[in-house]
């Protein structure tokens, strides 16, 4: 369990049908203190008139702590609720210890 915080680096205008994709850097970090790490996601998403859900890949790109030696990649699927400000977000793949 834990938080993360997104910077979106490429905040473009939707298109005309709604989505947009997006380039998303990610810190994970740990509740328990033991360590960060990294991930680059490039999300389709989509607006609604009360959130914003978001799918597509990710990968895995350093770490600190425990986590220091972990690689990976995957998908990210997400979304946020504009009624009450929260996100939230499930990433599943392939993490290995190099």
């Keep these: 369990m834990g938080t993360f915080k997104d910077t979106v680096l490429n905040p473009p205008p939707p298109d005309q049908v709604g989505k947009v994709t997006l380039i ?3 810190v994970y970090t740990c509740a328990d203190g033991s360590g960060t790490f990294n991930a680059m996601k490039e999300l ?3 607006a609604g008139s009360d959130g914003f859900t ?3 890949p990710i990968q895995l790109r350093g770490s600190t702590g425990a986590y220091a030696d972990l690689n ?3 998908v990210d699927t ?3 609720d504009f009624t009450t400000g929260t ?8 993490i290995v210890r190099s």
């Design 24 to 26: 998303v850097r990610s």
């Design 44 to 46: 389709v998403g989509t």
């Design 54 to 56: 978001s799918t597509g």
């Design 72 to 74: 990976g990649h995957g």
């Design 78 to 80: 997400g979304s946020i």
């Design 87 to 94: 996100a939230t977000a499930t990433d599943s793949g392939v």
